[in-house]
């Protein structure tokens, strides 16, 4: 510090700066690289217990990481703070992060992916509250980022049925960052469709300049929407597919559907849909 000071007046301020510079300049060496990939980080949880009434540990002084001054500077596309207390934990209760942490990211116009803790041993219905709270009318966070995949797959704890069954029963696409540009894809062109024995349907189209995926959605038939250029809900999304074809099992070979197929782009933009009817 007194050979690299740079006029700092204290050694606490100059290594936060000396952390602020090091994320500036990994992002600036991804973005020169490919500015379509999202950069964040996955902070301590607690920046400061004044932020939202905890009293533990504070990523600002003991780690000199300052995520709101990484926000403020616009080096994030998204952020992960590292909620992993209860919601009961006298020190450091989940909620209030969480309204802290989607306050302040929403102020930024960036993403909050949610930290969680399968690592930790709480039974399922521990994370159940915290997803209900992610989801929230009045908070709504962006996504989840599980720590960490090994965790998940050996939770003792009922997690993965939770996920399969109820927290996640649907496919989903990520959201998109309006604040990085890429050209939205045309529609498909050539869908077809054809019924294949033991219930199954056969989905094909053309490929789509631009498009890294597809979404297929599925109604039956009757209850589609009038106006298909309107976005389907995320409940009836079946399948996000690199292909240009797709079997769908399981059916009903006595009803009729149809069928919605988007473009993805690299920033999870959509193209209008194209539909297609299965007697």
């Known amino acids: 510090f007194r050979r690299y000071g740079r006029g700092f007046q204290n050694v606490h301020?100059?290594?936060?700066?000396n952390v602020d510079e090091m994320v500036?300049?990994?992002?600036d060496s991804i973005k020169a690289i490919d500015p379509l990939v999202k950069f964040g980080i996955s902070p301590f949880g607690i920046r400061l217990n004044s932020d939202?009434?905890?009293?533990?540990?504070?990523?600002?002084?003991?780690?000199?990481a300052d995520a709101v001054s990484w926000l403020d500077k616009g080096y994030l596309d998204y952020i992960t703070p590292q909620l992993y207390w209860e919601t009961t934990h006298n020190l450091a209760p989940y909620e209030p992060l969480l309204r802290w942490?989607?306050?302040?990211?929403?102020?930024?116009?960036?993403?909050?992916y949610v930290g969680m803790a399968p690592y930790r041993p709480w039974p399922a219905s521990e994370f159940g509250r915290q997803y209900r709270l992610n989801r929230r009318d009045d908070i709504r966070a962006e996504g989840v980022i599980h720590f960490r995949t090994r965790s998940l797959l050996e939770h003792s704890g009922g997690l993965q049925d939770s996920l399969r069954t109820r927290l996640h029963p649907h496919p989903a696409l990520p959201p998109f960052m309006p604040w990085l540009y890429a050209h939205i894809p045309d529609p498909v062109e050539g869908l077809g469709a054809d019924r294949r024995p033991v219930r199954q349907v056969q989905l094909t189209w053309e490929p789509v300049e631009g498009?890294?995926?597809?979404a297929v959605y599925r109604y039956p038939?009757?209850?589609?929407?009038?106006?298909p250029t309107v976005p389907p809900p995320a409940d009836r999304l079946i399948a996000i597919t690199g292909e240009t074809r797709l079997v769908d099992s399981g059916l009903d070979d006595r009803l009729p559907y149809v069928y919605l197929v988007t473009a993805v782009n690299r920033n999870n933009q959509e193209s209008t849909a194209r539909a297609v009817y299965v007697e």
């Open 13 to 17: 301020d100059w290594r936060r700066h």
């Open 211 to 214: 498009a890294v995926r597809y």
């Open 24 to 27: 500036r300049q990994v992002r």
């Open 101 to 112: 942490w989607n306050r302040t990211a929403k102020e930024h116009g960036r993403h909050l």
């Open 52 to 64: 939202a009434g905890t009293r533990g540990s504070e990523g600002y002084h003991n780690l000199y």
């Open 221 to 227: 038939a009757g209850q589609m929407p009038s106006d």
